[in-house]
C-alpha cells in the first residue's frame, strides 16, 4: 500500500476562530480540522489510508473494542522551527513502541514506515494549527482499535488506526513547577506477565483510582510501586521517574515488563550520558528515596513524558510519611536536562543523534 487519499475538509475553521484559539491553546482539548484514518483487514492487509477531515466515528455496539479492550495509542509532537521549518521527534522510536504494543496486545502490526508517514502527512496538512506560544506544539494522538464487529473473545480480524492533531502549549502554565507525588501503597500499576509495556488505554483507566486518591489527598500525581514485593518504585500513572543523587549521577527503574519504554526517558538517558554523567537503570526503593532524600544523599527527583516533557518533584507522601526533595523546587540537573532536550526538539541545538525528523 502506497500513498494517502487527501478529503480536504469542507467547512474548515476560519483563520479568526483558529488565531483566538491557538492564543492560550491549553493541552489536549483543541482539535485540528483533519485526522489521517488506514484500515486493516485480515484479507486485505492495510488498506484505505486517507487524510480527511476530523469527525465522530460511527461503530456498531457489538465492535469489538468495546468489549475487549483490543486498543493501543501513541503521544508524540511536531514543532515549528526557528527558521520556519517543521520536525517531528523520535516518530520512528514511537512508530516501534506502537507495533511492540500491538503485538502485546494481538493485534494487526502496523509498519514503521506507515505510521511515520500519516504523521507526517497530518502535520503537514495542519501546519497552521502550530501554536506560536511558549512550549507550542503540535501533539499526536496515533491509536488502534479492534474495528470487527463480534461477540467473542478472540483477537480481532478488523482494525482502524488513526491520527488526530491537539493544539498545546505548554503542560504547566508559567514554567515546569515541582509536584507533590502521593505513593500508593494499595493499588499497582502493572504486575510482570501484565501489559505494562504497552501503551494501551486499560493501563491508564486502572491508574484512575489512584490518581483520585492522590489528588483527594491533597498531591498532583501518584507513584506506583512494584506489584510483587510493594517496595520497588516504578512509574507515574502516565510519566517515568528518575533520581538525582548528590554525586551528580542519576538512577532510573529499569525496564522488564511492567515500565513503560519511555521516549523521553531514553532521550534525557542519552544526553545525560552525552554530558558525563552516570545513568543507572537500577531499582530503587521506597524506603531509599526517602532515606537519600533526608540524608541528602539524593538532591532531585524529576518525572519525564511526551505532554510535560520534564517535571521537578519537591514532596513525597505515603501512610506514615512525608518528605521534601532538595529545596523543594526545579533542581540544577532538572532544568538544565529539560533545557538541553527542548533546545534540541525545537532545533536550536545540535542533534548528533538524528532525533529530529524534519519534514518542511
Given at each position: 500500500?502506497?500513498?494517502?487519499?487527501?478529503?480536504?475538509?469542507?467547512?474548515?475553521?476560519?483563520?479568526?476562530?483558529?488565531?483566538?484559539?491557538?492564543?492560550?491553546?491549553?493541552?489536549?482539548?483543541?482539535?485540528?480540522?483533519?485526522?489521517?484514518?488506514?484500515?486493516?483487514?485480515?484479507?486485505?492487509?492495510?488498506?484505505?489510508?486517507?487524510?480527511?477531515?476530523?469527525?465522530?466515528?460511527?461503530?456498531?455496539?457489538?465492535?469489538?473494542?468495546?468489549?475487549?479492550?483490543?486498543?493501543?495509542?501513541?503521544?508524540?509532537?511536531?514543532?515549528?522551527?526557528?527558521?520556519?521549518?517543521?520536525?517531528?521527534?523520535?516518530?520512528?522510536?514511537?512508530?516501534?513502541?506502537?507495533?511492540?504494543?500491538?503485538?502485546?496486545?494481538?493485534?494487526?502490526?502496523?509498519?514503521?514506515e506507515l505510521f511515520v508517514e500519516s504523521c507526517k502527512q497530518l502535520v503537514l496538512t495542519d501546519r497552521d494549527w502550530?501554536?506560536?506560544?511558549?512550549?507550542?506544539?503540535?501533539?499526536?494522538?496515533?491509536?488502534?482499535?479492534?474495528?470487527?464487529v463480534f461477540l467473542g473473545v478472540k483477537p480481532a480480524a478488523e482494525y482502524l488506526y488513526c491520527v488526530l492533531a491537539?493544539?498545546?502549549?505548554?503542560?504547566?502554565?508559567?514554567?515546569?513547577?515541582?509536584?507533590?507525588?502521593?505513593?500508593?501503597?494499595?493499588?499497582?500499576?502493572?504486575?510482570?506477565?501484565?501489559?505494562?509495556?504497552?501503551?494501551?488505554?486499560?493501563?491508564?483507566?486502572?491508574?484512575?483510582?489512584?490518581?483520585?486518591?492522590?489528588?483527594?489527598?491533597?498531591?498532583?500525581?501518584?507513584?506506583?510501586?512494584?506489584?510483587?514485593?510493594?517496595?520497588?518504585?516504578?512509574?507515574?500513572?502516565?510519566?517515568?521517574?528518575?533520581?538525582?543523587?548528590?554525586?551528580?549521577?542519576?538512577?532510573?527503574?529499569?525496564?522488564?515488563?511492567?515500565?513503560?519504554?519511555?521516549?523521553?526517558?531514553?532521550?534525557?538517558?542519552?544526553?545525560?550520558?552525552?554530558?558525563?554523567?552516570?545513568?543507572?537503570?537500577?531499582?530503587?526503593?521506597?524506603?531509599?528515596?526517602?532515606?537519600?532524600?533526608?540524608?541528602?544523599?539524593?538532591?532531585?527527583?524529576?518525572?519525564?513524558?511526551?505532554?510535560?516533557?520534564?517535571?521537578?518533584?519537591?514532596?513525597?507522601?505515603?501512610?506514615?510519611?512525608?518528605?521534601?526533595?532538595?529545596?523543594?523546587?526545579?533542581?540544577?540537573?532538572?532544568?538544565?536536562?529539560?533545557?538541553?532536550?527542548?533546545?534540541?526538539?525545537?532545533?536550536?541545538?545540535?542533534?548528533?543523534?538524528?532525533?529530529?525528523?524534519?519534514?518542511?
Amino acid at each position: 500500500m502506497t500513498g494517502f487519499a487527501f478529503e480536504p475538509n469542507p467547512t474548515p475553521m476560519s483563520v479568526n476562530e483558529r488565531s483566538g484559539l491557538l492564543a492560550d491553546p491549553g493541552f489536549g482539548r483543541i482539535f485540528t480540522d483533519h485526522m489521517a484514518t488506514i484500515r486493516y483487514s485480515a484479507d486485505k492487509g492495510w488498506h484505505d489510508a486517507k487524510i480527511t477531515a476530523r469527525g465522530p466515528l460511527t461503530v456498531d455496539p457489538a465492535t469489538a473494542v468495546l468489549h475487549y479492550a483490543q486498543e493501543i495509542f501513541e503521544g508524540l509532537k511536531a514543532y515549528a522551527l526557528d527558521d520556519g521549518g517543521i520536525a517531528m521527534f523520535r516518530a520512528d522510536a514511537n512508530a516501534a513502541r506502537f507495533r511492540k504494543s500491538a503485538q502485546r496486545m494481538a493485534m494487526a502490526e502496523l509498519p514503521d514506515e506507515l505510521f511515520v508517514e500519516s504523521c507526517k502527512q497530518l502535520v503537514l496538512t495542519d501546519r497552521d494549527w502550530i501554536p506560536n506560544v511558549d512550549g507550542g506544539a503540535l501533539y499526536l494522538r496515533p491509536f488502534m482499535i479492534a474495528s470487527e464487529v463480534f461477540l467473542g473473545v478472540k483477537p480481532a480480524a478488523e482494525y482502524l488506526y488513526c491520527v488526530l492533531a491537539s493544539s498545546v502549549g505548554a503542560y504547566w502554565k508559567g514554567g515546569a513547577r515541582a509536584v507533590s507525588l502521593w505513593v500508593s501503597h494499595d493499588y499497582t500499576r502493572a504486575a510482570p506477565g501484565g501489559t505494562g509495556e504497552a501503551k494501551c488505554g486499560g493501563n491508564y483507566a486502572t491508574s484512575l483510582v489512584a490518581q483520585q486518591d492522590a489528588i483527594a489527598r491533597g498531591h498532583d500525581q501518584v507513584v506506583f510501586l512494584d506489584a510483587v514485593e510493594r517496595r520497588w518504585i516504578e512509574e507515574l500513572g502516565g510519566m517515568n521517574i528518575f533520581f538525582v543523587m548528590a554525586d551528580g549521577s542519576l538512577v532510573t527503574p529499569p525496564l522488564g515488563g511492567t515500565i513503560l519504554p519511555g521516549i523521553t526517558r531514553a532521550s534525557l538517558i542519552q544526553l545525560a550520558r552525552d554530558e558525563g554523567l552516570t545513568v543507572r537503570e537500577e531499582r530503587y526503593a521506597i524506603e531509599q528515596w526517602r532515606a537519600d532524600a533526608e540524608s541528602g544523599a539524593l538532591v532531585e527527583s524529576f518525572a519525564c513524558g511526551t505532554a510535560a516533557v520534564v517535571t521537578p518533584i519537591g514532596r513525597v507522601a505515603g501512610p506514615g510519611y512525608d518528605f521534601t526533595i532538595g529545596s523543594g523546587g526545579t533542581g540544577q540537573t532538572t532544568a538544565r536536562l529539560l533545557a538541553r532536550l527542548s533546545d534540541l526538539q525545537r532545533g536550536r541545538a545540535p542533534d548528533p543523534h538524528g532525533w529530529l525528523q524534519r519534514i518542511a
